[in-house]
């Protein structure tokens, strides 16, 4: 997130698409609420009529999959009403915060001129030339290095109109026959949420996965944040966009390396051919030829050697590279994500499978295969609640287990109540939590775990003098004792000196760490989060910021409320927010001030990056950027910073498996780069003609583990279900609470179903197409059981995340 579940109270405008805080996200939707009755608009967007829908001011439907068609359409509407009425919006913003006024290289050529393909493309590899030496997808420079710039938008070369034509194609009636979203609907829609481009107004936009499981899902959100800078919303109180997490603690997994392709804080994992750290930080590091640009990530060798030295301690020197070449480094242009590695596991290429709080038996996409791929594995270890699918893979019902010789170890962990320790939300707060019960019989915290194991680990290289890459483990920093302490964990996340007058001290930022050796830090975003007590002394727990409890909300007492908890980076509230005041420092908002230029220093939140305001000549405000400037266009700039692998911007495909016959807005059906890793049948319309989406229940949660074993919330939603319309219901012969098989080209389920009018008929440009939602919340294992949804949907990906398409796809339905 942008901004922060606090920060909706302050939004004119909500836009929830692709997702459903009423019921998945309970407690953040007690913000929407106290927005609306601060006067908020909330519209909903979704292919199901939800309980958040049932509190909207505006309701639209869309079919799954077609989200950049519906705000493209947004953006076209947005940009036409910018040049008939400019005075409506933000042109400061739009001309010195983003590239609109960026010259693009005139060999480029976009979806229009090329029926849907961009510039580029080989077909045979199915790839786009993304490199900054050869791919036109680049920008027209200056004697200095610096991209050129018409900040009138008319030089036809210029981003702005490049948007324009791109999107000249998405008219009201195009939206119509893609996303059968109704005509004076989608208008209602457009006009109401560009309304918050004005000066003094502020929208939000929140998404969930119905945004990101497609086979384009980063395009979709490439898509959202087109729309919210033209409106002059990111940066800004009340605005930004907000990405709904469905755990606790997505935000702090992902900032702690969940993503195969990062280290701790969003640092580009090592490959192979990184033979030296400074060849690393060549290939990690962009760099600007812009004297207006901060470009933060210059500051890589920084953040990568105290990480080094928090991992290697005193044999991480400058002599051997600081340890470098202890480091774990992939191959590159290999797969390491999800789908992958059970491919490989199917194919015998992993042998062994550490299986930490997750259920893939349940969650993964073609899950049948997934449990195949089980069967193939010499050792599996689960550490959960309970007995998952995952677990008992080999007691799945159809299975033989005297054919599979996978060894299965389970290791009982605790609940969150059970253990110390932090948790990161989505608006990247830090929070402590307490212990506050004992867990039962011989149940660990996942921290004592892996330390148990670590233990032993390097205890066996101790005693083995030629284990290939023997240093690299003896060498860790790894000294927690018989029981880790999560405060001390912490203490090292957050990073000390190891030299001079402050050795042995919390650093206080990330502005103190250096590339010489002089610092440790185990994730340089969060440098700040525990210093040493006299730095934070009245925190519950002394110098642990995110134990503090403070509700003051001054200065300006607009929610950010900056003394609880502690917020990455340095607690800044809301990222990118310079972008919230003019050229002087004076927000564009004076009664919702983010920061503000007083008295020659900075009020509010804690500014991006510090300096003055540009017109005193400070920098620009997008710092993470190496341009400065956030992208409309995603040109290629440089290393770290190459566009998306389908395109600098986001075009409409159909998903894997659609129920059109061809892609209405061009010759090109499917996203051309789309990920699929072997032959892999398709579930075609002809057989299969009902679009399909997942989702999840309140009752619930994820692949059912945790809730499935708990009598009172199995006893309120007891059964895997399909809900289906009323108009499918009749044509299919099915009534309400039937037992119903739903099937496709990789399996079938039953569920009960539910007949509804949450689910209508897409009538799009004459054609009718039905669609389905059901739950993947079930499987064979716990005190309620059934079939999960995900036996049905596809193991294709997203081309740059590699994110499964659990959201469209396509099935049939008949009575059991």
């Known amino acids: 997130m942008t901004n922060h579940w606090n920060d909706?109270?302050?939004?004119?405008?909500?836009?929830?698409?692709?997702?459903?805080?009423?019921?998945?996200?309970?407690a953040a939707y007690g913000h929407i609420t106290a927005a609306v009755d601060k006067g908020a608009k909330l519209i909903v967007v979704d292919p199901r009529f939800t309980r958040s829908a049932a509190k909207a001011h505006i309701y639209c439907p869309i079919r799954s999959g077609t989200d950049v068609a519906f705000i493209g359409g947004i953006v076209k509407y947005i940009i036409s009403d910018i040049e008939a009425n400019p005075g409506n919006y933000n042109m400061t913003y739009i001309t010195e915060y983003t590239n609109a006024s960026y010259l693009v290289n005139p060999n480029y050529k976009g979806a229009p001129d090329l029926d849907g393909l961009f510039s580029g493309y080989n077909a045979e590899k199915r790839s786009y030339d993304r490199s900054a030496a050869t791919s036109s997808w680049t920008y027209q420079l200056d004697e200095n290095g610096v991209p050129k710039r018409d900040k009138t938008l008319q030089d036809p070369n210029c981003v702005f109109q490049i948007l324009k034509e791109h999107y000249a194609r998405y008219t009201p009636e195009m939206v119509n026959t893609v996303s059968g979203a109704p005509k004076e609907k989608f208008l209602e829609v457009a006009k109401t949420f560009a309304e918050s481009g004005a000066a003094g107004k502020s929208g939000t936009l929140m998404y969930a996965m119905g945004a990101t499981q497609h086979t384009n899902g980063s395009q979709i959100i490439r898509t959202y944040a087109i729309m919210q800078l033209l409106l002059a919303?990111?940066?800004?109180?009340?605005?930004?966009?907000?990405?709904?997490?469905?755990?606790?603690?997505?935000?702090?997994?992902?900032?702690?390396?969940?993503?195969?392709?990062?280290?701790?804080?969003?640092?580009?994992?090592?490959?192979?051919?990184?033979?030296?750290?400074?060849?690393?930080?060549?290939?990690?590091?962009?760099?600007?030829?812009?004297?207006?640009?901060?470009?933060?990530?210059?500051?890589?060798?920084?953040?990568?050697?105290?990480?080094?030295?928090?991992?290697?301690?005193?044999?991480?020197?400058?002599?051997?590279d600081f340890g470098f070449h202890y480091s774990p480094k992939v191959h590159a242009g290999t797969n390491y994500t999800h789908i992958a590695l059970f491919e490989a596991m199917e194919k015998g290429d992993i042998k062994g499978l550490m299986c930490w709080g997750q259920n893939p038996a349940v969650g993964s996409p073609n899950a049948n295969q997934t449990r195949n791929a089980l069967a193939n594995l010499d050792w599996l270890v689960c550490v959960d609640l309970w007995e998952t699918e995952t677990s008992i893979f080999w007691k799945r019902p159809g299975a033989d287990p005297t054919g599979i010789n996978t060894e299965v170890f389970l290791l009982p962990a605790v609940g969150s109540f059970e253990k110390e320790g932090s948790v990161t939300n989505s608006g990247r707060w830090m929070q402590w939590r307490y212990k506050c019960a004992d867990s039962p019989g011989d149940a660990k915290a996942d921290l004592d775990i892996m330390n148990e194991l670590m233990a032993k680990i390097r205890d066996l290289y101790l005693k083995d003098g030629a284990a290939p890459n023997r240093d690299a483990i003896v060498n860790l920093t790894w000294y927690y004792g018989t029981h880790a302490d999560p405060r001390q964990v912490a203490k090292e996340v957050n990073g000390y000196y190891l030299t001079g007058d402050k050795q042995g001290k919390q650093v206080i930022s990330f502005a103190s760490l250096m590339n010489d050796g002089s610092t440790a830090s185990g994730n340089w975003l969060y440098c700040g989060s525990y210093v040493e007590p006299a730095d934070e002394p009245t925190a519950p727990i002394p110098g642990n910021r995110a134990s503090r409890r403070n509700l003051d909300d001054s200065p300006y007492n607009i929610q950010l409320y900056s003394k609880w908890a502690w917020c990455w980076p340095v607690n800044r509230r809301i990222i990118y927010n310079r972008a919230s005041v003019d050229l002087n420092g004076e927000p564009f908002d004076k009664e919702h001030p983010v920061i503000w230029w007083k008295n020659a220093a900075w009020t509010g939140d804690v500014p991006d990056g510090g300096g003055k305001p540009m017109a005193e000549g400070g920098h620009l405000p997008f710092i993470m950027r190496s341009?400065?400037?956030?992208?409309?266009?995603?040109?290629?700039?440089?290393?770290?910073?190459?566009?998306?692998?389908?395109?600098?911007?986001?075009?409409?495909?159909?998903?894997?498996?659609?129920?059109?016959?061809?892609?209405?807005?061009?010759?090109?059906?499917?996203?051309?780069?789309?990920?699929?890793?072997?032959?892999?049948?398709?579930s075609l319309p002809d057989k299969y003609p009902i679009a399909a989406t997942t989702y999840r229940?309140?009752?619930?949660?994820?692949?059912?583990?945790?809730?499935?074993?708990?009598?009172?919330?199995?006893?309120?939603?007891?059964?895997?279900?399909?809900?289906?319309?009323?108009?499918?219901?009749a044509e299919k012969g099915i009534a309400n609470a039937d037992e119903v098989i739903i099937e496709n080209k990789r399996g079938s389920i039953k569920a009960v179903a539910l007949v509804t009018k949450r689910f209508k008929p897409f009538q799009m440009n004459g054609k009718t197409v039905h669609q389905i939602g059901m739950t993947w919340h079930w499987g064979y294992a716990g005190l309620s059981t059934g079939d999960s949804a995900n036996?049905?949907?596809?193991?294709?990906?997203?081309?740059?995340?590699?994110?499964p398409e659990y959201k469209a796809f396509l099935c049939n339905i008949r009575k059991a």
């Open 8 to 26: 909706i109270q302050n939004s004119d405008y909500i836009l929830v698409i692709a997702g459903n805080p009423a019921e998945n996200h309970p």
């Open 233 to 320: 919303n990111i940066g800004v109180a009340g605005g930004g966009i907000q990405a709904m997490r469905g755990e606790s603690n997505v935000q702090g997994s992902t900032d702690m390396a969940l993503l195969s392709h990062l280290l701790p804080g969003y640092l580009l994992v090592p490959q192979h051919n990184d033979e030296t750290l400074q060849k690393y930080i060549d290939r990690a590091t962009p760099k600007s030829s812009d004297p207006l640009s901060l470009n933060w990530w210059k500051n890589t060798d920084k953040y990568m050697v105290s990480l080094l030295k928090a991992w290697w301690g005193d044999a991480a020197t400058k002599d051997n």
């Open 627 to 682: 341009t400065g400037l956030a992208q409309l266009f995603g040109g290629v700039v440089g290393p770290r910073e190459t566009s998306l692998a389908d395109g600098p911007l986001p075009e409409h495909y159909e998903p894997w498996e659609s129920p059109l016959a061809a892609n209405p807005m061009s010759g090109t059906m499917n996203d051309p780069v789309i990920k699929i890793w072997r032959p892999l049948e398709q």
């Open 697 to 729: 229940v309140v009752e619930h949660w994820q692949a059912g583990q945790m809730t499935r074993n708990l009598p009172w919330l199995v006893e309120a939603m007891p059964n895997m279900f399909v809900e289906l319309s009323e108009e499918l219901a």
């Open 791 to 803: 036996i049905l949907t596809p193991s294709v990906g997203d081309p740059n995340t590699t994110i």
